[in-house]
């Protein structure tokens, strides 16, 4: 059975970091495209960024371009986004999910994507 499992929210000042993660079981990375979504009150779920099964590419909406990562770890079946220079505009709840077929997650399109964690509030605030 497939899940994900996100980790690492909180309260941040702007400026501060963060670094979430997404546990996955069921499957292995190396098998479906990871995406990092998410959601801020009020508002629709964005693409945040992607890292693919094979080769490990990735992807970033221009929001976060220069200040987020996205990383993997086979060997943990983690899935990791560093977040630095974070802005009060980045609140949102961070969910992952997976992209069974190859045709959503690198366009950072939630609705193409299939299983999803349950997420994690981030909330940069003074």
């Known amino acids: 059975q497939v899940q994900l499992v996100e980790s690492g929210g909180g309260l941040v000042q702007p400026g501060g970091s963060l670094r979430l993660s997404c546990v996955v079981s069921g499957f292995t990375l190396d098998t479906y495209d990871i995406g990092w979504f998410r959601q801020a009150p009020g508002k629709e779920r964005e693409g945040v960024s992607c890292i693919t099964s094979r080769g490990g590419s990735t992807v970033y909406a221009d929001s976060v371009k220069g200040r987020f990562t996205i990383s993997r770890d086979n060997a943990r079946n983690t899935v990791y986004l560093q977040m630095n220079s974070l802005k009060p505009e980045d609140t949102a709840v961070y969910y992952c999910?997976?992209?069974?077929?190859?045709?959503?997650?690198?366009?950072?399109?939630?609705?193409?994507?299939?299983?999803w964690g349950k997420g994690t509030l981030v909330t940069v605030s003074s």
């Open positions: 999910a997976t992209d069974y077929y190859g045709s959503s997650c690198v366009f950072l399109r939630a609705s193409g994507m299939d299983s």
